[in-house]
Every structure is written in C-alpha cells, then in structure tokens.
C-alpha cells in the first residue's frame, strides 16, 4: 500500500507560479513512476506531467514548456512546478504513483487560477 499526500495547492492569478508537493509511504519509492494529473469540472482526468524511475519525463501538450514535474528520492517526494499558469490550468490536481502492479492516487489538491 502507498499513501499520497499532496500539498501546495491555491488561488493564484494568470501568470503566477505554484509548486506541487506529493510525499509518498513505501521504501522503494525509487521504483515508482510518478505522475500528477488534473481535473477540471464537467472534464476528464487528464495527465500533465509524469516522471518514471529512470527520470524520462512526460508532459501533457497544454503545459509543455510551463510546468516541470521532478522528484527528489531521498524524500520521497515529487514536485510538479507550474509557471505562466493560466485560468485554464484550474482542477484539483492528483498524484499518482504506479508500482508496476498497482496505481495509487492521492487525494487531490485544489488549484485555482483567476484571470
């Protein structure tokens, strides 16, 4: 079992900056492949940005070149770096961590962009 706690979220005005956290349990956290995804009311959960063990990365079309997801093993953490946001950017954004066996998701965090 993982348990992800994502933290970071907010209000922030078109043009501004967040930065994500998700710590995650387990002691091979090296191994996972991690992503963040959002969701946006009335829409589908969608990727935005994802990371693997060996750290390719991978990001949705909307926010390549604006945000930057890494990850810091010794912490057993990812970071999902968000710039240049735009109202459009608006959901509950999720991490996920994928074992190889399971996924698990986190509970969400809200972020907000105002025009």
């Known amino acids: 079992q993982v348990q992800l706690v994502e933290s970071g979220g907010g209000l922030v005005q078109a043009g501004g900056s967040l930065r994500l956290s998700c710590a995650a349990s387990g002691s091979i956290f090296g191994h996972y492949a991690m992503g963040w995804y959002r969701q946006a009311p009335g829409k589908q959960r969608e990727l935005v940005a994802a990371i693997t063990s060996g750290g390719r990365l991978d990001y949705g079309d909307s926010v390549k070149g604006r945000f930057a997801v890494s990850r810091e093993n010794a912490k057993n953490t990812v970071y999902l770096q968000m710039n240049s946001l735009k109202p459009e950017d608006t959901g509950v954004y999720y991490c996920?961590?994928?074992?190889?066996?399971?996924?698990?998701w986190g509970q969400g965090t809200q972020v907000t962009v105002s025009s």
């Open positions: 996920n961590a994928n074992t190889g066996r399971n996924n698990y």
